[in-house]
């Protein structure tokens, strides 16, 4: 039974991990291709660029729950394979765009058919025992973390052997080889309702509200938080790097710093993974989001790049430290039989997150980017002590 779990859970991480390398694949040159569709100018390219993310997330946002739902009632494999599949189809269509609009569609249906994260974490969540859950969440976003960090320098390498369409091309096979796969290596998930699940008379207690505890509720809470705040900095960085080392090489410290960031973030994951046992969830929430507050605290005091960069790196590792601990604070508090539907509200609540980050960014950056990572700080900081009085440690 062990060496099965093993297994299944080294092929959901190869299946996230290169699909999460895929949709990377264009990151540094999206803007560019929107040109080469026929935006106007770089402003008009970045508006395409923004209604593409903005439609995606709101499709993210529609999908996600009602494809958790459907994970409980028909397997968490089948949705896993569904999601890997429709990220080759939809990443297809943007290959073969001629307008910018056509990138939006495509965009779009990412967010209504595809969404491996939560899927992964779903199906890793019922494959292992509970016991194991941590450890094998963290081995799973530890490989989302390394593909999204080796996505963007593997794509434009190749847009520049092959083309903007020969990189699409390339990065839309690999979900698919990865459903292949994970086809094959991982076993099939049952969907019976546990005994906790099953009122009287025998009948299935399946609403969305019989999910929502306090319990529940906080692990989404600290979710929502850490993802939506944590895509703010990651706006905000290069606009306050370029304001520490001036435009002309304000690229390349942005370069320097999201690359250490993905690989501190690994490492990050990696460390989870290695120290955080059950019973330490809530102790690793705490210190992280108050080591992640403390953080934002240094940014407004440094007055170079190296610094800057170095800060953003440790925030990156302990924000990545986070992730599969959120997971499994979300795990725990769902049955078994409904950790599909759990991790669909979780990924609704991603695409919140990730809409609400880059609005906050660009408010602070109207007023004050200082202000604005001062206040993360202490938001952090108070989230730690949030999860201290309020979040209880689950029983794995």
Known sequence: MEARATRA?????????????????????????????????????LFW????????????????????????????????????????????IAAFATQPWHIVAAFTMQGLFSGFNPA???LTSVSV???RLNSSLSVVTGAQFLGSTLGPAIGAVLAVAVGYRGAIIGGAMLPAIAGVYATIAVPRDTTGASPETVGEG??????IRSLLTLQFSLALAVWFFSLA?????????P??????????????????????????????????????????????????SVGVGLGHLVLPLVANATTFIAAFAVIAMLQAAMVPATNTLIAANAPRDRRGTAFGLASGMQAVAFMVGPITAAGFAVVSLNLGFAVLGVLFVALGVMIRVGVREPDL
């Not at 290169?18 to 390219?45: C, E, H, R």
């Not at 994970?71 to 429709?86: E, Q, V």
């Not at 025998?202 to 609403?207: L, T, Y």
Request: no cysteine.
């Open 229 to 237: 705040f944590g895509q703010l900095l990651r706006i905000a960085a």
């Open 9 to 45: 859970v080294f092929a959901i991480a190869v299946g996230s991990g290169l699909a999460s390398l895929s949709m990377n694949f264009w990151i540094p040159f999206v803007p560019l291709y929107m040109k080469q569709l026929g935006a106007t100018s770089d402003a008009n390219a």
């Open 120 to 122: 992964a974490t779903a």
């Open 129 to 131: 025992p509970d016991r």
């Open 49 to 92: 660029v923004g209604v593409a993310a903005g439609a995606q997330g709101v499709a993210r946002l529609v999908a996600g729950p009602v494809w958790g739902i459907l994970s409980d009632r028909y397997g968490r494999k089948s949705m896993f394979l569904r999601a890997l599949y429709s990220g080759s189809f939809t990443m297809a």
């Open 202 to 207: 025998g009948s299935r207690s399946g609403s």
């Open 239 to 288: 606009i306050a790097l370029e304001r520490i080392v001036g435009p002309a090489q304000a690229t390349a410290a942005s370069g320097v710093a999201f690359t250490l960031a993905g690989l501190a973030g690994v490492g990050g994951v990696v460390v989870a993974q290695r120290l955080v046992r059950p019973g330490r969830l809530q102790y690793t929430l705490i210190v992280t």
